[in-house]
C-alpha cells in the first residue's frame, strides 16, 4: 500500500493555465507538507498543514493555494503557471506537528510549463 | 550563505568504501534529519536525529549539537548507495541542505 500518494506524476502545461497537484496520505497522519525541489535539487517547504489548519506558509506567490477537504488530503492549485513554476513538487506528512517528526515523502509530481 | 551546508557536494566511490558526508547548520534545530534521494526521484527518511548516534544496517549518523555539525557515514558502500543525500533541519520547519551526491563504481 501506498503510504503517499501524488497525482499526477507527470505535468506539462502551458503558460497562464490552472493546474491542481493532489496528495493523499492513508498514514493517519495529522501533519502534511508541499515542497519544492527546483532544477537545482534544492528542496523547499512551501506550506504545512495540521489537522486541515494551515500552519506554515512560506513566501510563495498567491497564485499557489493549497486545500486541505480532510487531514488525509492536501492539494495544491496552481493559477496562471509561469514557466518559473517548472519544478518538481513533493507532498509529505508527519504524524503530528511537533517539531522533530520523520516525514514520509511522496513520489513528486514533475510539472513542466513551456 | 545557506542555513544548512554539505560537503562534499559530490563524491565518487569504489565499492566497499567507506563514505562520509558532513553537515553544518547555523540555526538552532529541534532534530536534523538525513534524507536519501533515489537517481529516480523519491525520496526516503534515513534517520532523525537529536544527539548522539544512530546506526541502520550500514549507515551510521552522528550529531554533535555543541558545534552544530552532523554526519552521514556509509560502511561497505556498494553501487546501489548510489543516490543524492540530504541533511534537513528542523526549526519550526525543515531547512534542507543542497545535497551530496554520490556515486559508488564496483
Known amino acids: 500500500d501506498t503510504a503517499v500518494s501524488q497525482t499526477p506524476k507527470y505535468l506539462v502545461t502551458q503558460m497562464g493555465n490552472d493546474k491542481s497537484i493532489k496528495c493523499e496520505q492513508n498514514l493517519g497522519h495529522d501533519t502534511m507538507y508541499w515542497y519544492k525541489q527546483d532544477s537545482k535539487k534544492f528542496l523547499k517547504i512551501m506550506f504545512s498543514?495540521?489537522?486541515?489548519?494551515?500552519?506554515i506558509n512560506e513566501t510563495v506567490p498567491n497564485r499557489f493555494s493549497p486545500k486541505s477537504p480532510d487531514k488525509a488530503h492536501l492539494n495544491l492549485h496552481i493559477n496562471s503557471l509561469e514557466l518559473g513554476d517548472s519544478a518538481v513538487y513533493f507532498c509529505?506528512?508527519?504524524?503530528?506537528?511537533?517539531?522533530?517528526?520523520?516525514?514520509?515523502f511522496g513520489p513528486g509530481t514533475r510539472l513542466t510549463v513551456l | 550563505k545557506n542555513e544548512v551546508e554539505q560537503s562534499p557536494q559530490n563524491l565518487t566511490a569504489q565499492e566497499g568504501e567507506f563514505i562520509t558526508i558532513n553537515c553544518s547548520y547555523s540555526v538552532g534545530i529541534s532534530a536534523l534529519h538525513w534524507l536519501q534521494q533515489h537517481p529516480g526521484g523519491g525520496i526516503v527518511s534515513l534517520f532523525m536525529l537529536s544527539s548522539g548516534k544512530k546506526k541502520h544496517g550500514r549507515l551510521i549518523a552522528t550529531i554533535n549539537i555543541q558545534e552544530k555539525h552532523s554526519s552521514l557515514h556509509i560502511t561497505a558502500s556498494h553501487p546501489r548507495d548510489s543516490a543524492v543525500y540530504i541533511c534537513?533541519?528542523?526549526?519550526?520547519?525543515?531547512?534542507f541542505g543542497t545535497g551530496t551526491r554520490l556515486q559508488v563504481f564496483p
Open positions: 534537513a533541519c528542523n526549526t519550526d520547519k525543515l531547512i
Open positions: 509529505a506528512s508527519s504524524p503530528g506537528a511537533i517539531r522533530g517528526d520523520t516525514q514520509y
Open positions: 498543514y495540521n489537522n486541515k489548519e494551515l500552519i
